[in-house]
T-cell receptor, first 112, second 119 residues
């Protein structure tokens, strides 16, 4: 099971672009990279998923270098409502047995 | 609205009580999950059902008993819980691609959880 490493917390201001990087050095060939967002007292919400290069949707972009050992979630022009915990997940929850697949995540604080 | 509904949203119970948590998904998915989220800890995967078949998790105490009567419903039966079992219990669903593990790459859709407090 690929282990991920993210910064514990980040601060930003409204209107800024925020980039959160996740390291996953032992990512496997068939693994995808998925990012989730979680607000207090809610379940995580899917943001974006990718395998390589760049993926963009209406809320975020995901940049994955050629070696796939890291990935960067980019949130353009954040607002106060983007304050949340962001989780990076990699790999197959089934093949690795039952281990913790969500890390501690990155707590993003957006200030006015 | 996530398409995954959990009830109740809050539950307070004594250590000797028996209760059940319910999860229902309206997304047509064929895989469902139970997670536990304790304060200041990562989400812990408890159980997985894929195509209504349970994958065992030996590290989950037997006081937690899952049930998946069909692909849309998932229950977690609770009995003789301990104070350390107080947590947010989350249900999720996803679509199993049927390629022997491929479902794990499909995004999971989570409910908003049941906040469980053990007295």
């Amino acid at each position: 099971l690929a282990k991920t490493t993210q910064p514990i917390s980040m601060d930003s201001y409204e209107g800024q672009e925020v980039n959160i990087t996740c390291s996953h050095n032992n990512i496997a060939t068939n693994d995808y990279i998925t990012w989730y967002q979680q607000f207090p007292s809610q379940g995580p919400r899917f943001i974006i998923q990718g395998y390589k290069t760049k993926v963009t949707n209406e809320v975020a972009s995901l940049f994955i270098p050629a070696d796939r050992k890291s990935s960067t979630l980019s949130l353009p022009r954040v607002s106060l409502s983007d304050t949340a915990v962001y989780y990076c997940l990699v790999g197959d929850i089934y093949t690795g047995g039952f281990k913790t697949i969500f890390g501690a995540g990155t707590r993003l604080f957006v200030k006015a | 609205e996530t398409g995954v509904t959990q009830t109740p949203r809050h539950l307070v119970m004594g250590m000797t009580n028996k209760k059940s948590l319910k999860c229902e998904q309206h997304l047509g998915h064929n895989a469902m999950y139970w997670y536990k989220q304790s304060a200041k800890k990562p989400l812990e995967l408890m159980f997985v059902y894929s195509l209504e078949e349970r994958v065992e998790n030996n590290s989950v105490p037997s006081r937690f008993s899952p049930e998946c009567p069909n692909s849309s419903h998932l229950f977690l039966h609770l009995h003789t819980l301990q104070p350390e079992d107080s947590a947010l219990y989350l249900c999720a669903s996803s679509q199993d691609s049927g390629t022997g593990g491929g479902y794990s790459n499909q995004p999971q859709h989570f409910g908003d959880g049941t906040r469980l407090s053990i007295l």
